[in-house]
C-alpha cells in the first residue's frame, strides 16, 4: 500500500508538472518524507521518496520515485570528501536505498534529503529561471519576495548545494523557498499543501512582477524585414530548407528534427537583441544539456531567397562547428570524455521558426520545448534586468562531467533504424502495412502517405502516435500531390532517407479488354507515380547528404510473362527498370535502390479483396478463400506469402547489413522458377 506521504507526494507531483508554466518536460524533482514500518525490525522507519533520475512529474508513478531511509542518507554529510569529490555521493546514494525496485537517486537527492522539511520541491520554471538570470537577481530576489525567499548564488547540482540548501533553510526560518542562481527554484512546507502553495506563490509571485514591471520591447525593437512570413510561406520556406538543415544537424550523427513556426520563436527572430541573447545561450542545466550551449543563429531576413539562404546556413555551420570545438578546447581537462558531436541541436531560421534535433522525435521534439523555456527566461530577465546566464565553464563541466557521461552510457544501444526517416506510399491498408510496422518496430519514424489522410492517419495512430508516425494524404500521380506530402513528411521528422514506392493497382484484363484508361491509370499509378515519388524525395535526400535508400514494391510480374497482364505487368517492368536506373544514377549520392517482388500475398491485400483475387479463383477453378493456399502449392516452397515477409525483405535492404547492395531485386514469392532473376 502507498504511504500516504509518497501518495500525497505523486499527486502534487502530477498537478505541478502538468502545467507548462511550473517546470520544464522531465525537469525538476519533489519529495516526501514519512514514516513507515521497517519489516526488518518491525520498528518505524523515517524514509525519503524522491522523484528518481529521468522521469517527468507529470506523469510520476509511484514505481518514479527512489525510496531511501533517511538517516543513512543524512549519515552522508560525516563521509562527505568535499565539492572536489561531489560526485562520488551520487553512487552513495544507493547504499541508502529501502527495499528494491523504484528509480535510480538522481543528483538532487541530497538537496531533498538534507533540507528539514517534510516535503520540497525543486522546479524550473521559466519566471523563476528569469530572476534568476538576471544580472541583479539578488536584489530582485529582495524586492519581489522579501525575506520569505532567499538567493542562493549559482552552484552546480550536487551535494554541496543541497548542504546549502539545507543551511539556508535553517538559518531563515520564514523562508518558504529559493531562487538558484542561474537554475531554478526551490520550495518546502510541512505538509504537501504547503509545499506546493509555496511554490505557486513563487512561480506566480515571480511572472506578476515581471508582467508588470518589464520594459515593453524586451528583445529590443522589430529588426526590419524579420517579421514572420505568412503562414503558407513559412512552411514551404521551412520545407525547403529543413533537409539542408537536417544534412547540417547530422554531420557527425544522424539526427531526428522537430520544426515549429510558434510565435514566440517568429516574435525573438524578428526583434534586434536576438543574435546577442542567442550567442548568450541557454543556462538552467536541463536546457543546455537538450539544446547545446546555445543555437545555430541564421542571419538572414526571410527576404533572402531559398539558395542565398542555403549558403550562408552552410557557412554558419562551418563556423558553429569551430565555435563548438573551441568551447571544448578551452574547458576539457585531462580526464574529460572525447567531444560528442559538434553539430547544433537548435537551428533558428527569421521569419520562419525553429528547428530542433535529437536522437528520436521526443528528443527533437523537448529540445524544441525547452529552447522555447529559454527564450521566455531570456524574455523575463532582459525585461527587467539584463540576461546574465551561467559561464561556459560552468555548462561545460555539466555537458562533459562524470554523471553526464555514466547517464549517456546507460542509454539503451540503439535500434536498427533509429534516426530514419521513412517515407512509404500506400500504407494505410494492404500489404505495405505490413513494411510500415516492421520499419516503425525498427525504430524508423515513419510517414504514411495514402490517397485517404483519414486513414493514413489511422494507421499512423495505430503505429504509436506522432512520435513514431504520421499520416498524409497523397495521389502519387500527382506531381503537386507528391510534392505537398513529401514538403508534410519534411515539416514532420526534418527530412527523408528511406522511401517505399508500394502504391499500386492491378486490373487482369486481356489486350483486347484493356482500354487506353485502364493502360493510363496502371502506369500513372505505378510508373510515373513511383518516378515522381522518387524524385521529389532524392531530391531531399541529396540536399541532406546522408545517403538513403529507395524501395519500389515491383512484382513477380514484372519478370514473369502471363496472359491478361499486359498494363500491370507492363507497369511492373518499368517500376523494375527504374531500379536499376536510379541505382546507377544515385549512387553518387549514397543512394541505394532496390526492390522487391512479392507475388500471391492475397491476405491483407485491397488488389486481390477488390475484385483480382475472385477472377484469379475463377481462372485457376478454386474457391477465392484458398487463393493463398494454392499459390502456396505452385511455389517451390509450398509457402504462403505473407505482407510480413514483404516487410522483411525491406527491411534487410534498408537495415544496417545490406550496405553494399544497389539496383537489387529480391524476390519474394516463395520460390516460382518462372520468375527468377539472370
Ligand atoms: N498482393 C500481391 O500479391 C502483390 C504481388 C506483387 C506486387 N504487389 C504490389 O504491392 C503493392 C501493394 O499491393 P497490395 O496487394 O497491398 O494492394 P492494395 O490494393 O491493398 O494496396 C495498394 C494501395 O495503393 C493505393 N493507391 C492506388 N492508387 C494510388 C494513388 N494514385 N496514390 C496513392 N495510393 C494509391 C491504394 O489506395 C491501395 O491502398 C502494389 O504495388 C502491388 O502491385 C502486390
Ligand atoms: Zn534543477
Not at 316 to 325: H, I, K, T
Not at 336 to 358: C, N, Q
Request: glycine share 10%.
Amino acid at each position: 500500500m502507498t504511504n500516504p506521504a509518497a501518495a500525497a507526494l505523486i499527486a502534487r507531483s502530477n498537478r505541478l508538472g502538468a502545467d507548462p508554466k511550473n517546470t520544464n518536460y522531465a525537469g525538476g524533482n519533489t519529495s516526501a518524507k514519512g514514516t513507515e514500518t521497517d519489516p526488518v525490525t518491525g520498528e518505524p522507519v523515517e524514509l525519503l521518496w524522491v522523484k528518481g533520475s529521468g522521469g517527468d512529474l507529470g506523469t510520476l508513478k509511484e514505481s518514479g520515485l527512489a525510496v531511501l531511509r533517511l538517516d543513512r542518507m543524512r549519515s552522508l554529510v560525516d563521509v562527505y570528501p568535499g565539492i572536489e569529490r561531489e560526485d562520488e555521493m551520487v553512487a552513495a546514494f544507493d547504499y541508502c536505498l529501502h527495499g528494491k525496485g523504484g528509480a535510480a537517486p538522481s543528483i538532487d537527492t541530497a538537496m531533498h534529503g538534507l533540507v528539514d522539511a517534510a516535503h520540497v520541491d525543486h522546479l524550473h520554471p521559466d519566471s523563476g529561471i528569469a530572476i534568476a538570470t538576471a544580472a541583479d537577481g539578488p536584489e530582485l530576489t529582495a524586492t519581489i519576495f522579501g525575506d520569505k525567499v532567499v538567493w542562493v548564488p549559482w552552484r552546480r547540482p550536487g551535494f554541496q548545494l543541497g548542504l546549502d540548501i539545507a543551511e539556508i533553510k535553517e538559518k531563515n526560518p520564514q523562508a518558504v523557498g529559493c531562487i538558484l542562481g542561474g537554475h531554478g527554484i526551490t520550495a518546502w512546507g510541512e505538509t504537501s499543501e504547503e509545499a506546493e502553495a509555496n511554490s505557486l506563490w513563487i512561480i506566480d509571485t515571480a511572472a506578476a512582477y515581471i508582467a508588470d514591471n518589464s520594459k515593453t520591447e524586451p528583445f529590443g525593437p522589430a529588426l526590419d524585414g524579420y517579421g514572420a512570413l505568412p503562414a503558407a510561406e513559412r512552411a514551404a520556406r521551412a520545407a525547403a530548407l529543413a533537409p539542408t538543415i537536417r544534412g547540417i544537424a547530422s554531420a557527425d550523427r544522424p539526427m531526428v528534427g522537430h520544426f515549429t513556426d510558434a510565435d514566440v520563436v517568429l516574435d525573438f527572430l524578428a526583434a534586434a537583441e536576438h543574435p546577442r541573447l542567442a550567442a548568450l545561450g541557454t543556462s538552467c542545466p536541463d536546457h543546455f544539456l537538450r539544446t547545446k550551449v546555445k543555437p545555430l543563429v541564421l542571419d538572414l531576413p526571410p527576404t533572402a531567397s531559398v539558395e542565398e539562404s542555403i549558403a550562408r546556413l552552410q557557412e554558419l555551420a562551418v563556423a558553429y562547428r569551430e565555435d563548438y570545438q573551441g568551447y571544448y578546447d578551452r574547458n576539457a581537462v585531462a580526464d574529460s570524455p572525447a567531444i560528442r558531436g559538434k553539430d547544433p541541436l537548435i537551428v533558428l531560421v527569421p521569419g520562419v521558426g525553429m528547428f530542433s534535433f535529437g536522437k528520436d522525435k521526443q528528443t527533437a521534439r523537448v529540445a524544441g520545448e525547452f529552447y522555447v523555456n529559454a527564450i521566455n527566461v531570456m524574455r523575463g530577465a532582459e525585461g527587467l534586468s539584463t540576461y546574465a546566464p551561467i559561464d561556459e565553464a560552468e555548462k561545460f563541466r555539466i555537458e562533459y562531467g562524470a554523471l553526464e557521461e555514466a547517464k549517456l552510457q546507460r542509454l539503451p544501444k540503439p535500434t536498427p533504424l533509429a534516426t530514419r526517416l521513412a517515407f512509404v506510399t500506400a500504407a494505410a491498408s494492404g500489404i505495405a502495412k505490413a513494411p510500415a510496422a516492421k520499419l516503425a518496430a525498427e525504430g524508423a519514424c515513419v510517414v504514411i502517405a495514402d490517397l485517404s489522410l483519414e486513414k493514413a492517419q489511422e494507421a499512423a495512430a495505430e503505429l504509436g502516435g506522432s512520435d513514431v508516425a504520421v499520416g498524409v494524404q497523397v495521389d502519387v500521380s500527382n506531381e503537386a500531390a507528391v510534392q505537398a506530402a513529401v514538403d508534410a513528411a519534411v515539416l514532420a521528422f526534418g527530412g527523408v532517407d528511406l522511401v517505399v514506392n508500394n502504391a499500386g493497382l492491378s486490373l487482369s484484363r486481356s489486350l483486347m479488354e484493356t482500354t487506353e484508361k485502364d493502360w493510363d491509370l496502371q502506369h500513372d499509378v505505378m510508373a510515373k507515380g513511383s518516378f515522381l515519388v522518387a524524385k521529389a524525395t532524392a531530391k531531399v535526400m541529396i540536399e541532406q547528404q546522408l545517403g538513403g535508400d529507395i524501395v519500389y514494391i515491383s512484382s513477380k510480374n514484372s519478370i514473369f510473362a502471363g496472359p491478361n497482364n499486359v498494363a500491370y505487368g507492363a507497369a511492373k517492368a518499368d517500376q523494375a527498370h527504374q531500379v536499376r536506373l536510379l541505382a546507377a544514377e544515385l549512387g553518387e549520392h549514397g543512394i541505394k535502390v532496390n526492390g522487391v517482388n512479392p507475388d500471391g500475398v492475397v491476405s491483407g491485400s485491397g488488389i486481390f479483396a477488390s475484385g483480382w483475387g475472385a477472377n484469379r479463383a475463377a481462372v485457376y477453378g478454386v474457391e477465392e478463400k484458398d487463393l493463398g493456399k494454392f499459390y502456396a502449392q505452385r511455389t517451390i516452397l509450398k509457402r504462403e506469402v505473407l505482407p510480413e515477409n514483404i516487410a522483411n525483405a525491406v527491411f534487410v535492404l534498408c537495415g544496417p547489413e545490406m550496405t553494399h547492395t544497389t539496383g537489387l531485386h529480391i524476390p519474394v514469392d516463395a520460390g516460382v522458377a518462372a520468375a527468377f532473376l539472370r
